[in-house]
């Protein structure tokens, strides 16, 4: 009857879950991030090594599995080397919509499963053949399928958004609102719910597919209408949020198959992914609702209008003043933002580290938490670069140090450092910033004068302690290493 047990079969797919367990706990730190990414390959290979393995056993006790099983190896074939590819090739600064595109397919994964489950489930070994589903099953995959088709349709909008170089509108970052869109919203979903009770209390051994595909076509239209209104600055939290909706739709499935693998790893990742997206929203003062309902969309879209306003002028240096500034000074602190991703220059900027540090200047890195486009962006920038963990400090143990430093250095970083997040009528009002107006002097590195993700005017930069150098951020850093 096979030759692997049930028992051993569960008993696997638990040392997978704690791999992934050790996985989230190594990865909150980037001390221990590699050898959490080290656990988290261990326990998918071991369950999917434990998957083929029962789809043999389902194959030594039934006949007509050989299309599936070479179906999964065409699959294992063709999506290994994508992925394999897209590991090696994807630029840091493409991270973000990358991990969006993951979610995506994680939420059709899971209709796909659905819509099968429903068609087959005799091959789910949900029902026997000629039964109905059971009502504790339908319920979850009506649960399953709503959330992995929102997760899909969001999943895609988010990654044209972060990606930001398509001319289609709602790939654009500016929030696309219109009137009555929330109340659309709240009838679509209304709608969505009623045609799933439909479906879960039909009864008759004949699935309902009307209201079940009804519900599934209103539900991958929800995901794109709550995500067209948040704005560029929100995205960050949109990317968290939808890796937990995508973790949800995972253990909804799991539950309806009966898979133990399935119901933790998704449970992880959806509970991880929601209080990162709390977390998010604290660091930022956003109402985790709100962001949701596109509430900040129509902020950004007038901070928009606003910043668009006539140049003011700012001083303006060259790499060889900062250069002589930072190297005369005792401290420096050193704020990454995504300019510094997109130049790539975070290897130039360690050797900068490096010659000031030979020089007697004490240098520190300091990290917002939303700096970037997804949660985490500055910190593995950093340590691509092999930057000392011990130089890297989190934004609530270094905004006591700007006051006593001498230099703040912002490379490519905006609204992380606006101080218009103490006005209380500002858009971004309350907001958590880096301190970097109470140094002595600040040296900011931007290729123009162009707002962040906010759309807002960065007062930093007319500061009469700021000193502004224009120009990739690479070159620039270069040009500092040589001068210092």
């Known amino acids: 009857m096979g030759f692997i047990s049930m028992n051993l079969v569960t008993m696997l797919y638990l040392v997978a879950s704690v791999c992934f367990i050790q996985a989230l706990k190594g990865l909150s730190s980037p001390a221990t991030a590699r050898k959490g990414n080290a656990f988290g390959m261990s326990g998918m290979a071991i369950a999917f090594v434990t998957t083929i393995a029962l789809i043999l056993k389902l194959k030594s006790e039934a006949a007509g599995l050989g299309v599936g099983l070479g179906l999964v190896a065409l699959g294992v074939v063709v999506g290994g080397a994508i992925g394999a590819y897209l590991a090696k090739t994807v630029e840091m600064t493409k991270m973000p919509e990358l991990v969006a595109a993951m979610h995506s397919l994680i939420g059709l994964a899971a209709v796909c499963i659905a819509v099968a489950a429903v068609s087959e489930p005799h091959a789910f070994n949900i029902a026997a053949v000629g039964e109905a589903l059971p009502l504790g099953n339908r319920i979850e995959l009506f649960i399953g399928t709503f959330v992995g088709a929102i997760t899909f349709s969001g999943s895609v909008i988010a990654f044209g958004k972060l990606a930001g170089k398509y001319k289609f509108r709602l790939f654009q970052g500016a929030p696309v609102v219109f009137q009555g869109q929330h109340i659309l919203n709240l009838v679509l979903a209304l709608i969505m719910v009623a045609l799933g009770l439909a479906f879960v209390f039909a009864g008759g051994v004949q699935p309902a597919w009307t209201p079940f595909i009804l519900m599934t076509a209103i539900a991958f239209v929800l995901g794109v209408l709550i995500i067209i209104p948040i704005g560029g600055a929100d995205m960050p939290v949109v990317v968290s949020m939808l890796n937990s909706y995508s973790g949800w739709a995972a253990a909804g499935i799991g539950f309806s198959l009966n898979n133990s693998m399935l119901i933790i790893a998704g449970s992880l990742v959806g509970s991880s992914g929601a209080i990162l997206s709390y977390i998010m929203c604290k660091a930022m003062n956003r109402s985790f609702f709100n962001v949701i309902l596109g509430g900040f969309g ?187």
């Open 298 to 484: 129509g902020d950004a879209a007038a901070a928009s209008t606003a910043g668009a306003q006539a140049q003011r002028p700012v001083k303006s240096g060259s790499a060889d003043d900062a250069a002589f500034l930072m190297s005369n000074a005792e401290t420096v602190i050193i704020v990454p933002g995504y300019g510094l991703a997109v130049a790539r220059a975070q290897h130039a900027l360690k050797e900068l580290v490096e010659k000031l540090t030979e020089h007697g200047v004490t240098v520190k890195y300091a990290i917002h938490p939303v700096a970037g486009r997804m949660p985490g962006h500055m910190n593995v920038l950093l340590a691509e670069a092999e930057v000392p963990y011990d130089q890297v400090f989190e934004m609530e143990d270094v905004n006591g140090e700007f006051a006593q430093a001498d230099v703040a250095l912002i490379l490519g970083a905006n609204d992380v450092v606006n101080p218009a997040a103490k006005d209380p009528k500002s858009p971004i009002a309350g907001m958590p910033i880096l301190e970097a107006y109470k140094a002595k002097t600040v040296i900011v590195n931007k290729r123009s004068m162009a707002s962040g993700y906010a759309g807002l005017d960065n007062e930093l930069f007319y500061m009469d302690k700021t000193m502004m150098v224009f120009g990739d951020a690479k070159k620039i850093i270069e040009e500092m290493v040589k001068a210092v």
